[in-house]
């Protein structure tokens, strides 16, 4: 009996474990960067998807500005890691973090984003007493619903503000198209991404005809990223998901199933009925949350006919074949549905080249919550 | 400016934070400790529910037999903390895993359980090789189709093998009814636990029929440990949802919303339109667990008119009623779903007793994925 393997191959890996393949993450990482390079926009990938600074290298060096962030916790990790020019795509609210943000901004370029005149004032006050100069995208919503002012009247006034309150300065305008994730792949996606432009452009042209220059037009969201690139007048493309890609990016069309660089190696440890498999990854290792396509809560590599039924906290429940043969000890690798949803759950990431282990990551940028 | 507040007090806490009442939890400790004691039943806690050795050290203070868990990881915990007693209440698969059992064997009291041959051999071999004896709980399903033998004919072939097989000891028969989550409270729980118990006492007869004495008969779960603990013949009940609480577990009749010990403080970041309200916390905050009642991600305390609707992974979206006013700034605590998810996501929780902050306490079992 040798209890310790040494974890130089995949099969060798104790489960359940997160995988990330480099192979895959450098294809999906460049394929984006020429996107951006092609349609002559700005790159700067979200960070909240991979939180991992290895990863943030890996984007700046195929051409990525930038980062984008949503937690100042987060923009501290990668500061620290070396990145230089951080947005911080969130309303920053409260004087502990305004000190924060304020503080960052000594040591890197960071920019930051409002949809209220309260935000802007805080920031204001802040950056003033901080002695530093904050740069602020107003965030329009195009039709998402969450955050965002409502049309260009709203952003004009919001720009204005931004312009003439000391220690903050106007830098363009920022949209998230999140309706995409309930669009069809092709038409539906390229009609969320007209419309996401055409909104975000309006807002961006009313302030222009104030006088005031914007000098971003920021889209977000891996799903119309492409499409939105190619829109004139867009100057920069924020997408996450697509570094590591997941069962729902493929279903939207950023590549195959066989593009996604994160999986879940698990192991079959119950057949309690010839139909019915358990293995030992439940949502504390995939996350709950739910595909935008069906109930099955990942796709299983290899297996097809494997039907992925339901998750428990610590299990999974498999629908097996009549016939088919599926042993106690059964390695399975899924693909999960939402793959940020899934890294976030995981302390350390264990990462690959085919089979092959190369070394493990902390996820540095995981659970930062404020 | 006072950018960094003395965090004396739960509203100088900057948000989202996960807060943990102790008056309310050392109050659900006791009620459940009351029902197992008032029924003449051990009370073997689930700690993959709060992953803090704190908690596990007051549930053991007031009367609890030992704990259970679901993985290694979380047991090395807790053996490490000085809790001599633990259940691992999942499958154990693989020599790795089987030979961190057996280390923890010659620290503490381990049971574990299996619903396998595959299972038990891999133990029978383990324990042998360490020179440690395992004691074995056989998991019969009981009507939630996850792991578990299907019937007494079943748990008499496995309870057979285990009393046979060399290093393994016969400890008992262990179901978990989570069918309860999809029960009416009252009467529908109380039939969960009537069929639970009827199958479970079923399978333990039959395997007392062969001659081997059955000392262990052990049901899971807050929403029928009430009901289950009060049938003859059980000797032992797992919840473990019912020391934080939560929105889904005072539906189900634990408690009312008011008994729930854990909230995420979260503060409002964006008012885009009067009948919008976004929050700071996500499902990162509170993962992505669905409630069993509704859409809705939770409950705001002293706010029953504001809906929670929805979340993205850093923002929670509030419907707000026609001319109520919600500056943003406003701070909201939010009772959620599912407590053992919510906890799961932060790395530390803030311990109050009213509004004042005792401690932050370090989530020391989280995300133990093996």
Redesign the interface.
Known sequence: ?????SPKNLANV????VVLDLDRLESNIGRMAAVAREAGVALRPHA?SHKLPQVARLQLAAGATGLTV??LGEAEVFVEAGVGDILVA??????????RLCELRRRAQITTCA??A??VDGLS??AT?HGVEIPILVEV?TGF??????GPREAVALARRITESPGTAFAGVLSFA?QSYGAQPGPGLEAVAASDARRLLGAAEAIRECGITVPVVSAGGTPTARQVARISGITEVRPGAYAFSDRDQAALGWGTLADCALTVVT?V?????PE?A?I?AG???F????SIQDAAFGAIIDHPELTPLRL????G?LHVPAGMRL???TRLRVIPNHG??TL????NVTVVRDEDVIEEWTVAAR?K??
């Open positions: 009996m040798t209890p310790h393997h104790d489960t359940p474990a909240k949503a937690k969130y309303p920053i609210w409260g004087e502990s973090k305004w000190h949809d209220s309260e935000v006050r802040a007493a919503d619903e969450r955050c965002g002012v409502a999140g192991t440890v119950s057949r309690p009925t019915r358990v030992d949502t504390k290792a996350s709950s949350d739910q428990t906290e610590e299990h429940i042993d106690i000890g940020c949803g976030n759950m995981h302390d659970a919550m404020r």
